[in-house]
């Protein structure tokens, strides 16, 4: 692991404490690192509206370490902003600062930034590193960028399975994760925007769809059928960047025959296994495992797009 490296991994570290209240802003960590290698300065974007990363940062710097600054690095998971917005642009007060060097995790997609927060550091003759850890700094804000770029939600379609292949026992339903697998999808649910199931299952199992095992906001329940089919463009202007869909297998099906996914979430329950039912949906071929564990028995695979 680099230099670079070590400091980027801890403003990942730092961001991932706005994922519940940055939205719908990105989340972004920043340190401030002096010539010595101490870091004097750390922050993070706390809450849509309020300060960010950076500003948080320069903020935490004790007065005595401010002489420092000048020979100072500032590592950044996202470039820096270069607009006005609900708050003044962050490369400006950079500038201001008069940093020495700005490690940045990943350009930001976002049409009001691009690469110009990027070029206006440079202008001011600020040595600018782009690109260290950029995938693990493009997918913290996957949802964010998702929305922006495709104008849809970040789409993860999510379901549990027995052994031999079923999403329930026999048509009707059945338990199939533990109580710690349960709990992390309510986690899941805690970080996303809204929840969506069919009709047919919404009858059947109603299903809550909230955060009970897991502190957090729950997600905005939706219900589609026929007669009300899901409509993308509706969710981007109601400001939705995560949608999990869990169920039933013919909406899930519907998903991935339109290839509207970005995330399958499969838990496959190992031990158990039924007479008949409703058959898990098959995976797509241009997916890839990004990871899997198992939680006495139960493995939960992720598959992302290729």
Not at 5 to 32: D, F, H, S, T
Not at 46 to 74: I, M, W, Y
Not at 83 to 107: F, M, N, S
Not at 157 to 171: C, E, H, M, R, V
């Amino acid at each position: 692991m680099t230099t670079d490296e070590k400091y980027m991994r801890r403003c990942l570290q730092l961001a991932q404490n706005g994922r519940q209240n940055a939205k719908p802003n990105p989340m972004v960590g920043a340190v401030i690192v002096s010539s010595n290698g101490r870091i004097i300065g750390e922050g993070y974007h706390v809450r849509c509206g309020k300060a960010h990363a950076e500003v948080n940062a320069f903020a935490s710097v004790h007065q005595e370490d401010e002489p420092l600054l000048k020979e100072a690095t500032l590592y950044v998971s996202l470039e820096p902003c270069s607009h006005y917005g609900k708050t003044p642009p962050c490369a400006d007060l950079i500038v201001e600062k008069g940093v020495k060097r700005v490690v940045v995790g990943c350009v930001d997609t976002f049409a009001e930034v691009q690469g110009r927060g990027i070029r206006k550091l440079q202008e001011a003759g600020i040595d600018v590193t782009v690109g260290v850890l950029e995938a693990e700094c493009q997918a913290l804000n996957r949802c964010f960028f998702t929305y922006h770029r495709e104008h849809r939600p970040y789409i993860i379609l999510k379901w549990a399975q027995t052994a031999n292949g079923f999403i329930d026992d026999n048509y009707k339903p059945v338990q199939i994760s533990n109580a710690f697998t349960k709990m992390l999808s309510h986690k899941l649910r805690s970080e996303a925007d809204a929840i969506l199931v069919g009709r047919v299952t919404d009858e059947r199992d109603h299903p809550q769809l909230t955060v009970r095992d897991w502190k957090g906001n729950n997600p905005k329940r939706l219900v589609i059928d026929h007669a009300h089919p899901l409509n993308i463009e509706s969710l981007h202007a109601q400001h939705i960047q995560s949608l999990i869909v869990e169920g039933g297998a013919q909406t899930l099906r519907s998903f991935l025959v339109q290839g509207l996914w970005d995330e399958i979430r499969v838990e496959t329950n190992t031990v158990m296994t039924v007479g008949g039912g409703t058959r898990a949906p098959q995976i797509p071929a241009n997916a890839i495992v990004k990871q899997s564990n198992n939680y006495d028995g139960h493995q939960i695979i992720i598959y992302q797009r290729t």
